[in-house]
Structure formats: C-alpha cells, structure tokens
C-alpha cells in the first residue's frame, strides 16, 4: 500500500501542471457545493423559522360538527342535499386530561392550552374587530417564543392585562398603562391595562392579535372553564404531519400540522431541496469527468513506466491501486481546498451581504463535502485504473 501511494505522489509531482489544474477543477465545483448548499439550507431554515415563530406546530381542537340528518335506509338511494352545519366556538371536552396526554405522546415537545375568538376593541370611538388568544403564559412561551416579540412592556397578562399588536396600538394611539375596552362574542365586556405590545412580523396578526388570561378570555368568548384548543410544538419539525394524523386516530380530535396549513410552502422547500440535490450531482459528475480525462491521459503518458513496473513484478492489483490513489488524492485536496473557499465565500456573504438571514457552514456539510469529491475521484479513477492494470508489460515497454 505504502508503494503504491508513494508511487501515485510521484506520478502526481511529475504531471504538475495537470495535477494542479484538475485540483483547481475539483476546489470550484466543491466551493460550489459547499455555498449553494448552505445558502440554500440557511435560507429554508430562516423560512421555517419565521413561520412557525407565528404557529404552532400542531393545533388539536375539537371536531367539526356535522349535519344531523338521519342516514339512508339500507338498499335506497339518497338524493337529499344537505346543508354544512355552522361551526360554533367549543370546548375540547376533559381537556386537562387531554393536555396531559398528549404532553406524554412521544414526539412532543411542550403543548399548552389556548381559548381563541371574535372581539371587538374599542378605545373611544374607534372600534376595530380583533381576535382574543387566552393563554397560560409560561406553558405558551415554550410553544410559541411570544416573549421574544414583546417591543415594548413586559410580558404580563392576567385578570385585567393584556398585550396588544404594535399596528393595533398605532391605530389606537395605545401606550403601556392604557385602557382598552374588549367586547367579546357572549356580549360582555370588560376593560383591560395595556401591559405589553408585540410585533409578530406580519401585518394581520400584529392588527388583530389580543392575548390576555386564559380565564378572562373564556368569560369574554362564553366558555367557562373550557378552551377551543391545544397547541404543540414538536421535537422534529417535518414529522408533524405523521404526528398529527395518529393524534387524530387516537384521540378523535381535530389535529392540523403547520405541513397541512402551510401547503405551498412545504412544495417550495421541496422545490429547493430537489434543485440543490440536482446541482450537487451534476457538480459531482463533472468532477468525475474532469478526473478521468486527466487520469486516462496519464496512463497513455505512462505506459512505458507502467510496463516497466509490471515487469519488475508489480501485480496488477498494485497498478490498480497506484491510480486509484491518484484519484483519490486529487478528489481529497481539491474538495478540501473547494470546503475551505466555499466557507469563505459564506463567511463574506453573512458579512457583507443584504443581511437577510444568517447563513451556518455545520462541519457535516464540509465533511460531506469532502467525501463526495474524493469518491467522485476514486470512481473516475477506476477505468483509467483498469486500462492501466490490463496493459500488458511487453508491449508498454516498447511502446514510444
């Protein structure tokens, strides 16, 4: 082994000019690999992140109601129509037993109970329709991070505090310590302190979005005692779906995943996936082109050194081994060089870029990287490689 590699290095330092030109060959489409791969990545995960810093990952609440028609006698055909029935605001029924439950369902991170509906806020004469959010605070924060969001205040809610929208409060001209008045669904109302106010990053829900208590918000909604929800947050993000669908057969509750609601987004990362995935073959490929072509050169240019090494008892395994190296050692330096540039062009871009999202290099990524390039150079050694083993000693010697 120690010959052949020492062989392979010699051959290497001999052809400088090829070796050096297919090592810078290897080092573009590694760079290449490396930032497209990582911006890419960095750029899916930024996506996710904004939008599931707004939802949860699983809502579980109770099922739709359904017409109360009584069903066909058996053998007859049904040709009634019957209406949708109006969904009205509930209660998932035992549902303390139900958080308890899915809190311990295998997959779930943290799970907290919510109650959501219409209001009206009004702050003398303007009035404006907003949706309340009951929550318990510290089991909320671990499914969604509200408290990374508060701009001004603190996060405080309970008998009389709520936190309101930063748009809701420039619409209302609301500081910390104001009053505002919501009027819920049942008909009462009631007048609550201005404690915090958020910004989501989107326009509707910083308008809209009212959080208070959770026993506050089940008086104004007209349901004591009861919430029309359980938001979770998941250990693995894509799995959410496959979560949610046993949730629902297990419990026969309602249970959507932010894969089902958040449809076109989850194709574009798709998209993204299959078009990084498609680059980083054809970037291999013609890698593994580029190291065949100089290799099978090189075995012409050798043929002479090739036979004089059979003759004096190289075996062809030996010969084999000799090119193979030489692929390898082309695909490990020019990937190596090709991760550490490409690093380099990610580091200029989180710096000196737009800045609209910051882009991490995992180590997995070079290592990756590194090992793809240097197969692709063993791969595209192997039939050069081959051609090598096969020459026969009497004919390469005398070959001019």
Known sequence: MALSWNIALRFLRDGKAQTLLIIGGVAVGAAVVVFITALVDGLQANIVQRTL??????????????????????????LRSTDARPQRLRSINNWPGMLRALQSLGGVRAASPMVSGPAFAQRGTAVR??????????????????????????????ASQVLVGVRLAQDFGLRIGDKLRVQGASGGSQVFDVAGIFSLGMRDLDERYVYMGLKPAQSLLGLPGGVTEIDLTVQRIFDAQALATRIAALTGLKAESWMSTNAQLLNALRSQSL??????????????FGIASVLAVSVVQ????????????????????????????????????????????????????????????????????????TLAGVAAAALPALRAARLDPVVAIRYV
């Open 53 to 78: 810093g707004t939802q949860p990952h699983i809502v579980v609440s109770a099922p739709d109601l359904v017409p109360l028609a009584p069903p066909a006698p058996a053998g007859s055909v049904d």
């Open 129 to 158: 329709a907003i949706a309340v959010l009951g929550i318990i605070p510290r089991r909320y924060v671990r499914v969604i991070p509200l408290d990374h969001d508060i701009v001004r205040g603190r996060l405080a809610v309970g």
């Open 275 to 288: 078009s990084t995935a498609l680059i980083r073959f054809f970037v291999a490929l013609s890698v593994a």
């Open 302 to 373: 050798r043929t002479r050194e090739i036979g004089i090494l059979r003759a004096m008892g190289a075996t062809r395994g030996r010969i084999l081994a000799v090119f193979l190296y030489e692929g390898a050692a082309v695909g490990f330096a020019g990937s190596t060089l090709g991760a550490a540039v490409g690093a380099g062009m990610v580091w200029v871009f989180n710096h000196y870029g737009p800045g609209l999202f910051y882009v991490p290099v995992p180590p997995t990524l070079v290592v990756e990287a590194v090992g793809l390039a």
